[in-house]
């Protein structure tokens, strides 16, 4: 299975833009790559998600590797409630099964 | 709100006993995941069900089982407790039968707890 890689933990000052990476070498060319992030105490929840093209929502932006071996979730000015360990997977269209969520990235905003 | 429910939100009980969680998914929504997320695995993936049929299978061990009833509500069915079961249990659903570009919509999550 396509296995992503992110750094365990970051931290961001209030306001301030955060880049988040990911790593996904073995990804296939069919493969989505989607980003949630889960607040404590609460499920996780849908940010973004993209398959060659840069994407932009209200949440963030994914900037994807020409190569597609890595992306990078951008939060333009985080706030402290964007406070939360982010998980980036990817998502096989032919096998939902084949989704895995790894440790994430806990992602810590200073005020 | 994702708009999935999942009851009970807590569930204390003991080693040798059964349970069952269960998830509404999203309105609209055909496909429910059952993840479940202790603290030194992550969140794993358990299975999958697609308008009433099992999708696909990850790591769910024999004395769990599941399915998706006719009104699309799932439940999980976990026996025979043991004390590495306890941990917190998700439903997520997303409108299409596989991956790819469909986004997963979580719940609040069961936390099930094995004395």
């Known amino acids: 299975d396509a296995k992503t890689t992110q750094p365990n933990s970051m931290e961001s000052n209030e306001e301030e833009p955060v880049h988040l990476p990911c790593n996904h070498s073995?990804?296939?060319?069919?493969?989505?790559i989607h980003w949630y992030r889960q607040l404590p105490s609460q499920g996780p929840e849908y940010v973004i998600h993209?398959?060659?093209s840069n994407v932009n929502n209200r949440m963030a932006s994914l900037a994807i590797a020409e190569d597609r071996k890595s992306s990078t979730l951008i939060l333009h000015r985080a706030t402290l409630r964007d406070a939360a360990v982010y998980y980036c997977?990817?998502?096989?269209?032919?096998?939902?099964?084949?989704?895995?969520f790894g440790d994430g990235t806990t992602l810590t905003v200073k005020p | 709100d994702s708009g999935v429910t999942q009851t009970p939100k807590h569930l204390i009980t003991a080693t040798g006993q059964r349970v069952t969680l269960r998830c509404s998914p999203r309105s609209g929504d055909l496909s429910v995941y059952w993840y479940q997320q202790s603290l030194d695995q992550g969140l794993q993936f358990l299975i999958q069900?697609?308008?009433?049929?099992?999708?696909a299978k990850g790591n769910i061990l024999e004395r769990f089982s599941a399915q998706q009833f006719p009104d699309l509500h799932s439940e999980l069915n976990l026996s025979s407790l043991e004390l590495g079961d306890s941990a917190l249990y998700f439903c997520?659903?997303?409108?299409?039968?596989?991956?790819?570009?469909?986004?997963?919509?979580f719940g609040e999550g069961s936390r099930l707890t094995v004395l």
């Open positions: 997977i990817l998502r096989d269209p032919t096998n939902a099964g084949k989704s895995t």
């Open positions: 997520a659903s997303s409108v299409s039968p596989s991956g790819g570009p469909g986004e997963l919509f």
């Open positions: 993209g398959l060659t």
């Open positions: 073995t990804i296939s060319g069919t493969d989505y």
């Open positions: 069900y697609y308008n009433g049929e099992e999708r």
